[in-house]
Structures are given as C-alpha cells and as structure tokens.
C-alpha cells in the first residue's frame, strides 16, 4: 500500500511565472532541477517541481508504487484513464493517470540508485 504523497509537480504553461508566484507567496527557495524544469527546496531538499506537463495543467501529487505498469493497469481497471504512460525521469518512473472523479495523479517509483543512495545516507 502506498503512504502519503511523495512529490507533487506544478504542470504549468507560464512555468517561470509559476515559480515566482510561489516564491513571492510562499517564500519558497528555487533550485535548478533538470533541463525544462525548476525545483523548490527547503531544509531537508526539494519537495516539488514546476515545468510543463503534457496533458495536465496544475498541481500533480504523485504516490509511490512498487510497480508502475501493474498500478497503472489496476488503476484503468477500476476506472482510471491514463494521461501519460510510463516516462523515466532522473529520480524513478512514472505514469499519470486521471481518476474517475477528474483528478491527475502520478503513480511513481524511485530508481534504484535513488532507494540505495537514500539507504546509505540514513545508515
């Protein structure tokens, strides 16, 4: 069973005017994150991401899976339609679905190296 949400990504079509939004509301701290994308960060790292998102305008919260194909399949099965397959990105693998009410959610794994650096640094 996945926890809470893990990330949540701003898909926004003004990605820079999103980002001072947020920093000038929010007092959010901007990092440099991957080409097309800009990272917030706070004390403990980046928590959320703004850059265009194909398919989706808004705040994407993504959960974390053990398996993205099969979450993928079982979530169309129970009503979900899927906004974007499964991508690669730095960090893990993803899909975005939407769920019978509308909303997108991204179902993600965190790479391997991503899980064992995590592991290493916490002891």
Same mark, same amino acid.
């Given at each position: 069973?996945s926890q809470?949400?893990?990330?949540?990504?701003n898909?926004?079509?003004?990605?820079?005017?999103?980002?001072?939004?947020?920093?000038s509301l929010l007092?959010w701290?901007r990092? #440099?994150?991957?080409?097309g994308? !800009?990272?917030f &960060?706070?004390?403990? =790292?980046?928590?959320a991401a703004?850059?265009?998102?194909? *398919?989706v305008?808004?705040?994407?919260p993504?959960?974390?899976? #053990?398996?993205v194909?099969a979450? !993928?399949?079982? &979530?169309t099965t129970i =009503?979900?339609?899927v906004i974007k397959?499964k991508a690669? *990105?730095?960090?893990?693998?993803?899909?975005i679905?939407r769920?019978?009410?509308g909303?997108?959610?991204a179902?993600w794994r965190k790479?391997?190296w991503?899980a064992?650096?995590?592991?290493i640094?916490?002891g």
């Amino acid at each position: 069973m996945s926890q809470a949400f893990v990330w949540f990504h701003n898909g926004s079509t003004k990605p820079s005017d999103s980002v001072e939004f947020y920093r000038s509301l929010l007092g959010w701290k901007r990092t #440099d994150g991957p080409p097309g994308m !800009t990272m917030f &960060a706070g004390d403990q =790292g980046p928590f959320a991401a703004v850059g265009a998102e194909e *398919g989706v305008v808004g705040w994407i919260p993504f959960a974390q899976v #053990d398996d993205v194909d099969a979450a !993928t399949r079982k &979530a169309t099965t129970i =009503g979900a339609t899927v906004i974007k397959e499964k991508a690669r *990105g730095p960090a893990g693998e993803f899909s975005i679905i939407r769920d019978p009410g509308g909303a997108a959610i991204a179902l993600w794994r965190k790479a391997l190296w991503c899980a064992k650096a995590r592991a290493i640094a916490h002891g």
